[in-house]
């Protein structure tokens, strides 16, 4: 494992991408993807040292022609703890123009080292104008003793076009597996989990959610129900897998952000239509 994260990491290093193998930290990164003039950026804060209280840190902000301000992460409870821990112990890294990967190797309460290895790996891709894709998809590794089973947690509050009071948010799916949180002027977010051993999918106020994350006592959550839709919304999704030494468990949160066109670009992508029509019909 610690091979194969070299070798990954040798890989960049030959190319134009910033690299810092072994004992890497990446404090925060930015991502950027392009479709012509349409932009989408990713960046990623406050990656470094957020185990519990307050609120795990993690900024981040997507844009997309318009700034979200965003809070996004990961964290963790295993059998032998009443609480969660957010994911902080980062120990590689790279960065590259559209992807990222960090690994954190986690304690777990009864067991000597650090034996829950979580690997995130996020891509940013602009898929056409005004739609853009980040594909965070993880990897939980049991490398400790025994049958464990642990509860993952991934956290989102976006705040639509950097205001959070005007959003609504809505479940989508049979599982609930995708939060879909719309700003009035248009623009949509939406989150999707993969749904292998998803137990768990809230929107509630961002908060009260935070709180959970941060707090000394444990929690759980249901598939869905009555979303919060007043306030600053944000979601949770869980899922709950056992696990044995060596073995691992793969997910995904894909989040999409559709900006709906305005008015002036459909005008000029209707000349265009237009000249290109005339042009052909000039031939
Ligand atoms: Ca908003
Ligand atoms: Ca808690
Ligand atoms: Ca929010």
Redesign the pocket.
């Known amino acids: 494992m610690r091979r194969s994260t070299f070798l990954r990491a040798s890989a960049f290093v030959a190319g134009t991408i910033a690299v810092l193998p072994g004992a890497a930290q990446i404090g925060s990164f930015v991502l950027a993807d392009r479709v012509g003039d349409d932009a989408s950026t990713f960046e990623h804060r406050e990656l470094i040292g957020h185990r519990e209280f307050p609120y795990a840190g993690q900024g981040a902000t997507y844009s997309l022609r318009q700034r979200n301000e965003l809070q996004t992460w990961f964290w963790y409870r295993t059998e032998y703890d009443p609480r969660e821990y957010a994911f902080s112990a980062q120990t590689a890294g790279w960065v590259g123009d559209t992807t990222a990967s960090l690994t954190h190797d986690e304690l777990v309460t009864g067991q000597g080292g650090r034996p829950l290895r979580f690997t995130v790996d996020y891509s940013l891709t602009h898929i056409s104008p005004g739609r853009s894709l980040v594909e965070t998809a993880f990897t939980l590794t049991h490398r400790g003793q025994g049958s464990l089973t642990i509860d993952l947690f991934n956290f989102n509050d976006i ?9 609504s948010a809505r479940y989508v799916g049979a599982n609930a597996q995708t939060h879909m949180v719309t ?3 248009g623009a949509v977010w939406s989150a999707t989990a993969s749904t292998a051993g998803l137990t768990g999918s809230v929107i509630d106020s961002a908060g009260i959610l935070k709180m959970d994350m941060s707090d000394a006592f444990t929690n759980d959550y249901a598939l869905g129900g009555d979303p919060f839709l007043d306030g600053d919304v944000a979601g949770v999704f869980q899922w709950t897998v056992t696990l044995q030494p060596g073995e691992s468990f793969r997910g995904s949160v894909v989040q999409r952000l559709d900006v709906v066109p305005e008015p002036a670009t459909l005008t000029a992508l209707g000349l265009g239509l237009l000249a290109a029509f005339r042009r052909r019909r000039h031939r």
Do not use: C, I
């Open positions: 705040d639509m076009l950097d205001t959070q009071f005007d959003d700003d009035p002027e």
